[in-house]
């Protein structure tokens, strides 16, 4: 029992993919992504000046806060879904993502 639990946790972590998504130029770098339940997104701002990233989306439902110059913030992907994240400071900045 312990082994099979042990085996599950594992391949968990192997296939689990870190999505890096810029924030940059007043945009999220790439505008979409196809992710799977257990990825996380990483936001990493690279603009001289605040930005953020959360969405409305009922089953992931996040918000990073405000990142500052260099600053970077890593969400989990819950459940299946596609959803749109925006970024409170700048409304134009729009990333879509689907969770296949
Ligand atoms: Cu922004």
Do not use: W
């Not at 296939?15 to 130029?25: P, R, T």
């Not at 339940?37 to 990483?42: A, K, M, P």
């Not at 459940?79 to 970024?87: D, E, L, R």
């Amino acid at each position: 029992m312990f082994k099979i639990i042990l085996v599950a946790i594992l391949s968990i972590s192997l296939y689990a993919k870190e999505h890096v998504i810029d924030q940059l130029g007043r945009k999220f770098i790439p505008a979409q992504v196809k992710v799977k339940v257990g990825d996380t997104l990483r936001f990493t701002n690279s603009d001289p000046f605040a930005h953020n990233a959360y969405t409305d989306d009922v089953l992931n439902e996040f918000d990073t806060g405000m990142q500052t110059k260099g600053q970077s913030a890593v969400v989990p992907i819950k459940a299946k879904s596609s959803f749109t994240v925006q970024c409170a400071v700048h409304p134009e900045m729009l990333l879509k993502v689907t969770v296949e």
